[in-house]
């Protein structure tokens, strides 16, 4: 133990005596750690930030649809069919809705015509979105059956409609496939402040009206694509139970004994896929990161040539005297550990600032990994014992009597 504090004492002392070299060669190390830090820390914000934005959007939701190689004994989803799950789905259930794109329309008011997206499904979409209620109400079941001209705006197309969010009981006139009607609204949902990465990923805008599906086929005469539903859950820890229920209700309705009858897809399947590539991605980028510390390594191997050289008569005096071949070479393994030991010290600090600095930037909350930070140190002082070792072996191996000799 002491004469490991030795050389670590002379290793420290020999790199103060070169401190601008010693930067220099610091530099490679503390660039890919800082690097490899700094991605895994970012990247593992920005995950968390996308999950919490696709959960917002996508929780609490399970997708049943037909395609070309179902074996189900029907090519669309009837009214009758949501109906009769929403009635027979048992607890921890909202509903059932028509499961549609946006539609694009037209909004005709008095500050002008606007682009529009329309929303459309059965009471129970009220609940596909996390944006509350905060004016009026949601359209019910008698407005669905009676297929009444009523929707409710998000509080940002109010205020772009209107210029105010008072627009309760207030109409517009909306275009959408050919057709004309007039809106009546009765709610208003929140917008809620997003930093745009569940929009960019999903789609949603916030100038969308939602009106009854019943309006939407009956006023617009737009028939909606009907081999999807989504069935809304009020408590997701039982999305597999409620979904298993709501599979074996189509089968039997509609006399199918067979496994995959109907498609299944719910959020937390979704979920995992999102968290692998993201993963991938974030490990991918590392590992392109860390070839940096690869260049660091050679830099380091580069230097102790150098020193070894500069050293060589150093290296005679001390063999003549009796230093055995160990020695030397520890000594400049030390000099080679130290060397990427700060650096690699100095690169965990700066990848925690840097990391820190483009979370805030981009609305993250930073994901350090202490697990992260302990491989980055350890594969730093590998890297340098890795590369010193070929100067220390050269430095150890030199003959005393030629090593005098050098000038």
């Not at 490679?28 to 914000?45: E, T």
């Not at 649809?65 to 009769?84: C, G, L, P, S, V």
């Not at 079941?141 to 409710?152: F, H, L, P």
Request: hydrophobic share 45%; aromatic share 8%.
């Amino acid at each position: 133990m002491e004469r490991l504090l030795e050389y670590l004492k002379v290793a420290l002392a020999n790199l103060r005596s070169n401190k601008k070299r010693t930067f220099l060669t610091m530099l490679g190390i503390i660039i890919g750690i800082s690097s490899v830090i700094m991605i895994l820390a970012a990247g593992g914000g920005a995950k968390n930030m996308i999950n919490d934005e696709l959960n917002s959007v996508f929780s609490g939701m399970i997708y049943f649809y037909i395609d070309d190689e179902a074996k189900a004994n029907t090519k669309e989803f009837t009214e009758e069919d949501i109906r009769y799950i929403c009635d027979n789905a048992g607890d921890h259930l909202y509903g059932a809705t028509q499961d549609m794109n946006s539609i694009p329309a037209k909004a005709d008011t008095i500050r002008g015509n606007y682009d529009i997206y329309i929303d459309c499904g059965t009471p129970a979409r009220e609940f596909k979105s996390t944006d509350k209620i905060i004016k009026g109400r949601y359209f019910n079941y008698s407005e669905y059956n009676s297929a009444s001209s009523v929707g409710v705006i998000t509080e940002a197309l109010a205020k772009k409609l209107f210029g105010t969010t008072d627009v309760i009981g207030k109409s517009f006139e909306i275009n959408a496939n050919n057709s004309s009607n007039e809106i009546t609204i009765i709610g208003i949902r929140e917008t809620k402040q997003s930093n745009g990465v569940g929009a960019a990923l999903t789609g949603t805008t916030t100038d969308v009206i939602e009106i009854p599906y019943s309006c939407m086929e009956r006023k617009f005469g737009l028939d909606p694509y009907k081999s999807r539903f989504v069935l809304l859950l009020a408590d997701n820890e039982y999305s597999m139970e409620c979904a298993e229920r709501v599979q074996k209700m189509l089968e039997s309705r509609y006399n199918v004994r067979e496994e995959g009858a109907f498609g299944v897809e719910s959020w937390t399947d979704a979920a995992k896929q999102y968290d692998a590539i993201l993963n991938i991605i974030t490990i991918f980028v590392a590992v392109v990161a860390s070839i940096a510390l690869l260049v660091g390594g050679i830099g380091v191997m580069n230097i102790m040539l150098v020193s070894v050289t500069e050293r060589t008569r150093e290296i005679g005096i001390r063999k003549s005297l009796g230093a055995k071949t160990k020695a030397i070479k520890r000594q400049f393994m030390a000099e080679a550990g130290m060397i990427t030991l700060i650096g690699g010290l100095i690169g965990i600090v700066t990848g925690l600032i840097l990391g820190t600095i483009i979370c805030t930037a981009i609305g993250a909350k930073p994901a350090f990994s202490i697990m992260s930070i302990i491989v980055a140190s350890a594969f730093s002082c590998g890297i340098g014992l890795f590369f010193g070792i070929y100067p220390a072996k050269k430095a150890a191996m030199l003959n005393p009597i030629d090593a005098l000799r050098h000038e």
